[in-house]
């Protein structure tokens, strides 16, 4: 699992972006979250049981606090680790998906955040979808083209420059 400490990730982020997703957007963009009071969303044992929770923001706040408050950290918007385990990778991937779910995208990141929530739901699925053990093995997924590199990269240089 990815740590609090976002210095050394940044690399790997530069590096790594073909696999990762986005996150977040505007620290200082309007506040428009909803205070909707899911704290059990907070919960990362389900991946199935997050996704349907954690369509809507839980927090309030601008949306660098609404990420912190749902556990993204600077590894948030990194690739996804491959070739692991179902358990594992439900587990992965809930933790980078359910942050963009549960805040507000800043509105100069809205379409980055999309295009990385979007495909973080798309692994997610083919990930439920194994059976125990099993590992996802489509390429798609583990390359997920220019579009999904950038906007992993736009939300980590976002996070960085705004909420890091």
Request: proline residues 7%.
């Amino acid at each position: 699992m990815p740590t609090s400490d976002a210095l050394p990730f940044r690399s790997l982020f530069v590096v790594g972006a073909a696999l990762s997703t986005v996150l977040v957007t505007g620290c200082g963009a309007d506040d428009t979250a909803s205070s909707a009071s899911s704290p059990a969303a907070s919960s990362r044992a389900s991946s199935a049981a997050s996704s349907a929770a954690g369509d809507e923001p839980v927090v309030e706040g601008d949306t660098c606090e609404q990420l912190r408050s749902a556990g993204a950290n600077g590894a948030s918007f990194g690739p996804v680790q491959a070739l692991l385990p179902k358990a594992d990778l439900l587990d992965w991937i809930d933790g980078k998906l359910t942050p963009l779910q549960q805040s507000d995208p800043a509105a100069d990141v809205a379409d980055a955040w999309a295009t990385a929530q979007s495909y973080l739901e798309e692994y997610q699925a083919a990930a439920q979808a194994l059976p125990d053990g099993g590992t996802v093995d489509d390429p798609a997924l583990f390359d997920p083209g220019d579009e999904v590199e950038a906007a992993q990269q736009e939300l980590t240089d976002w996070w960085f420059d705004t909420c890091a």
